[in-house]
């Protein structure tokens, strides 16, 4: 997307997980994301939306060096395949991660100040004096009163716990952090006050985030750019407005219509075709796209070819075959397969 | 024991009235439902939205009688059903209710669910519990309820425990569950707020599909304005305790005259002043919503203001002191700002 070099860089990344305790007879390997290339650059904001289930917090795991991968993944100039033993600490510096859930992510008997110092504690070389001076500064920041340094998790509410969190992710002044469904638990109105912290914490800092969340409304007013995941693998991408406005895979359109909006009278007359079922089971693919199964406009090609990406005009990627030009484009592929209709 | 008599003509089929619930801690007594009344016909689908702590899931639970066995909580006020008083009713008359008469969905179904059993034996359970049947009679009527809740391959559905299912389609069993008696009222809380945006809708459309089927009253508890401009004929909102507006849904996002309920939509719509501060805690006088208001003065708003209806055909309830003062923005006024912006509807 970026002629100059990207901050974030992911290619061909699939992380495969085996499935069935060491006891089960039947173990089987499962894709939670299979091949996906994703750039962010500097500053800019990249959501991945999609299903539970679609892969989407995996590869945010998998940036922060949470789960094993397979694939390059590229951050800041370096290759985050490179840190390992005794480096693997210092890759902390170059990511951080805001997680979902404020009551779980952030230690109970830890007060905030504690809390926020301790990726500079094991990090940076500094002094307590210091060290409490950037708590100060890194709650200001965050817009929390600087009382609140000694309070325990317990004594805050959800929008704040959640401030902390951030707080604590920016305190190593990573260049990109990851924010895993990071207003999900919240309130509207509280949502609101954290989502307007992250854009400011953004034009302040330079910061690129990689916001990971399955609320589009959300979505919308934060990223630049979209990437839409089903089932392990990227469907289309490409600039905000554009992908909501004019999505090009009928996923996408799906998820779009799905969601409800708050006006009953444009509500009540959208025409929605709401896609049946649900997310295949993951160690039973299904064959070609992995979406045609639920897909209201599934054609023959679709059941034996899984389709390539395509670039479209509003430089948007896109993995379906309504887009390969033509239709049945992917012929020579098929015709090896000797599965496609009659000629 | 109740009886199970038609309500008589006139008499409305669900009704809360002045329903309080307050909690105990110590000596200090907290309202966390303060005095809310709504009437519910056959048929119909009222939402109840509010943020988290504004005491609208402690409602649904004072209407089931779920309170009754903390020590701690008191409800007051009055629940009728048919014209018959379920507020204050012992335990063995509730039993009796609670299922053919008023039955509940909750927010997240695996713990609803029980684990350890399967999910045609929850079902044959209940129907057996509530109906002279046989057990090869309740089965058949379970695998029945599993397809009227659309879940694909019942007959085999009907044997698995609950971990071995999707999360919509444990909602599904939820579902069924709550309507395998065919009770005249169901209460949901938040059943679709855990699920995908796709399973949301699908959820949706099997309610409103069983509730044109069976006619029940739904009390539909969401904060998601969304939903309830969906599937809602009439809306209420709460905050903090009280029911600060009431309105016919096309009223209340178009002539909205509450300043919570303009707030609240503009977080869900995008473009948006936020909300300042977090919902309240119990404020002793005066307008709740004051100190987060932008509209708010003090010599008007310091003082307790009741529920009154606006001028006007439709009825329309609104807590409010400068209510007739204000020019809210509208769900078409927000609309139009999001189209200057270029935001064009998908």
Redesign the interface.
Same mark, same amino acid.
């Given at each position: 997307m970026d002629e100059t070099q990207p901050l974030l860089e992911i290619e061909d990344l699939s992380v495969v997980f085996r499935s069935g305790g060491f006891a089960s007879r039947r173990k089987t390997r499962v894709h939670a994301v299979s091949n996906v290339s994703l750039r962010i650059a500097e500053g800019e904001t990249v959501a991945l939306v999609g299903e539970s289930g679609s892969g989407k917090s995996t590869i945010g795991k998998a940036v922060c060096g949470l789960v094993p991968y397979e694939g390059r993944i590229r951050l800041a100039g370096q290759d985050l395949g490179s840190f390992t033993g005794r480096r693997s600490t210092s890759a902390a510096r170059l990511r951080q991660m805001v997680f979902q859930d404020p009551y779980s992510s952030l230690d109970p008997t830890m007060p905030v100040d504690e809390i926020i110092a301790e990726p500079l504690r094991r990090l940076e070389k500094m002094r307590q004096a210091q060290r409490q001076a950037k708590v100060a500064d890194l709650l200001d920041a965050v817009q929390l009163p600087r009382s609140f340094a000694h309070r325990l998790p317990a004594e805050l509410s959800g929008g704040q716990r959640q401030r902390v969190a951030i707080a604590r992710a920016i305190a190593i002044e990573p260049p990109l952090v990851i924010c895993d469904e990071a207003v999900s638990a919240l309130d509207v109105s509280t949502q609101r006050g954290v989502i307007e912290l992250l854009e400011k914490l953004r034009t302040e800092r330079n910061l690129a985030y990689l916001f990971i969340s399955h609320d589009l409304s959300v979505v919308r007013s934060v990223a630049d750019r979209v990437a839409v995941m089903y089932f392990g693998s990227l469907v289309e991408e490409g600039p905000t407005e554009a992908v909501f406005s004019d999505p090009a895979h009928p996923y996408t359109k799906a998820l779009l219509e799905a969601a409800p909006i708050p006006d009953p009278r444009r509500q009540r007359q959208r025409t929605r075709a709401t896609v049946r079922g649900e997310l295949p089971d993951p160690t039973r693919p299904p064959s070609g796209c992995s979406f045609h199964p639920r897909c209201p406009s599934a054609m023959e090609i679709c059941r034996t070819a899984a389709p390539r990406e395509t670039t479209l005009d509003s430089r948007v990627a896109v993995r379906c075959h309504l887009h390969l030009d033509p239709p049945v484009g992917a012929a020579d592929e098929v015709a090896e397969r000797e599965t496609v209709g009659p000629r | 024991m109740l009886t199970t008599a038609e309500p008589a003509a006139g008499v409305p089929l669900f009704e809360v009235d002045e329903l309080s619930v307050e909690f105990r801690h110590g000596n200090r007594v907290r309202r966390v439902v303060d005095e809310v009344s709504f009437q519910i016909g056959p048929g119909e689908t009222l939402g109840l939205v509010g943020?988290?702590g504004s005491g609208k899931s402690m409602t649904a639970l004072a209407i089931m009688g779920l309170l009754g066995r903390l020590r701690f909580a008191r409800s007051s006020g009055s629940v009728r059903l048919a014209g018959r008083e379920l507020l204050g009713s012992s335990y063995r008359e509730l039993s009796a209710v609670r299922g053919p008469e008023l039955a509940m969905v909750f927010q997240d179904p695996m713990s609803s669910l029980n684990p350890a059993l399967t999910i045609g034996h929850q079902l044959v359970e209940t129907l057996r519990r509530h109906q002279k049947i046989s057990r090869r009679a309740a089965r058949e009527r379970a695998v029945e309820m599993l397809k009227l809740a659309e879940i694909p391959a019942a007959e085999r559905r009907v044997s698995a425990y609950s971990h071995e299912l999707?999360?919509?389609?444990r909602q599904r069993v939820m579902i069924a569950l709550a309507l395998c008696c065919r009770p005249k009222v169901l209460i949901a809380d938040e059943p679709t707020t855990a699920l995908?945006? =796709?399973?949301?809708?699908?959820i949706?459309?099997l309610l409103r599909g069983l509730q044109s089927e069976f006619g029940m009253a739904i009390l539909f508890i969401t904060?998601?304005?969304?939903?309830?401009?969906?599937l809602c004929d009439r809306v209420a909102v709460m905050y903090s305790g009280q029911i600060v507006e009431k309105a016919p849904?096309?009223q209340l996002?178009?002539e909205l005259a509450h300043p919570y309920t303009e707030?609240?939509?503009r977080? =869900? =719509?995008?473009?948006?002043r *936020?909300?300042r501060g =977090? *919902?309240a805690g119990a404020v002793e006088h005066g307008c709740r919503f004051a100190d987060r208001c932008r509209y708010a003065q003090e010599d008007l708003c310091g003082q307790e203001i009741p529920l009154l209806p606006r001028a006007g055909t439709v009825p329309h309830l609104v807590r409010c002191a400068r209510t007739e003062t204000l020019e809210l923005d509208t769900?078409r006024a927000i609309?139009d700002d999001e189209n200057k912006v270029?935001?064009?509807?998908?």
């Open positions: - | 943020e988290s999707s999360g919509g389609m995908d945006v =796709t399973i949301q809708a699908q949706l459309d904060h998601n304005l969304g939903v309830v401009a969906d849904v096309l996002f178009e707030s609240l939509l977080s =869900t =719509t995008g473009r948006p *936020a909300v =977090t *919902a769900v609309a270029g935001a064009g509807d998908g």
